[in-house]
């Protein structure tokens, strides 16, 4: 089976011609990737939704990868959001959250109270 981005890969390839200025190149490689991000998008939109259970061992070869550089990704188990963490390497503190926890919170208390906002009385 190819993939969408190998007639990208070959467009880069023959797009390296010395004969082309960079700019030309440029303009060529977006071109081709931008095909190729229509080609996944409609294969894409004839899949069905991916659910949360789906997410959950790409996210931990992510980790696995990214632990290492101080990254960490988490999904939200009230709001299936993902949560990204910076973890400082050395003491493993949690130098940066996206988004915050208030935020996280906010979001759930929105959702609780969704459908109460707007009374339906006549």
């Known amino acids: ?65 990214m632990r290492p550089h101080g990254l960490e990704f988490e999904m939200s188990e009230q709001s299936s959001r993902i949560i990204t963490r910076v973890i400082d390497r050395e003491s493993g503190d949690v130098i940066r959250q996206i988004p915050a926890e208030e935020v996280i919170l906010i979001a759930e208390r929105l959702e609780e109270i969704q459908g109460r906002l707007i009374s339906l009385e006549v």
């Open 1 to 65: 089976m190819t993939s969408p981005f190998t007639g990208t890969i070959t467009s880069l390839l023959a797009a390296s011609s010395p004969r082309l200025t960079p700019q030309q190149r440029l303009d060529s490689t977006l071109t081709e990737l931008s095909i190729a991000d229509n080609a996944s998008a409609q294969t894409a939109s004839h899949k069905e939704p991916i659910n949360k259970g789906e997410l959950v061992e790409p996210l931990q070869r992510i980790n696995t990868v």
